[in-house]
């Protein structure tokens, strides 16, 4: 059978150094303006992609599988999207610029005929009533 056997960690024990008793008001000062910026140590420098890369070793592989599935399914399903978008808007264009054109060119011959027809009848009137006119006078 295994024994188990306690072992003391004498880090734990030991006084820390710059440990006070605080409650001691007579020993506390004020060390605000003591302080100044050549005191604090320099951080090393990170870029932001070794922060992302260490977070690589913080998510369980499991769950990193499932978001590069999840990522990658919705990168699919959005470029199917714009592609299927991009097509209907090609064939729309084109169709309506092969119907709607040849359309509003004899939409507008249409109107110029109504209206040459309209001053035609407009002056057939005008003749009539200068001739009436005439007649009379």
Do not use: H
Not at 29 to 35: N, P
Not at 66 to 93: C, E, F, H, I, Q
């Amino acid at each position: 059978m295994v024994q188990l056997e306690e072992v003391e960690d004498e880090e734990l024990d030991r006084v820390q150094v710059g440990e006070k008793d605080f409650n001691d008001d007579d020993e506390f000062t004020d060390t605000d303006s003591e302080i100044s910026d050549d005191d604090i140590p320099a951080l090393p420098s990170e870029t932001l992609t070794d922060r992302v890369l260490a977070l690589r070793d913080m998510v369980p592989p499991s769950a990193r599988r499932r978001l590069a599935n999840t990522y990658d399914t919705v990168k699919s399903w959005s470029w199917s999207g714009l592609m299927l978008s991009g097509k209907t808007m090609w064939v729309v264009s084109t169709s309506a610029l092969l119907l709607g054109v040849p359309f509003a060119l004899a939409l507008v011959e249409e109107q110029q005929m109504a209206e040459m027809e309209k001053e035609q009848r407009m002056r057939e009137m005008g003749n009539e009533v200068s001739r009436f006119c005439f007649a009379i006078g």
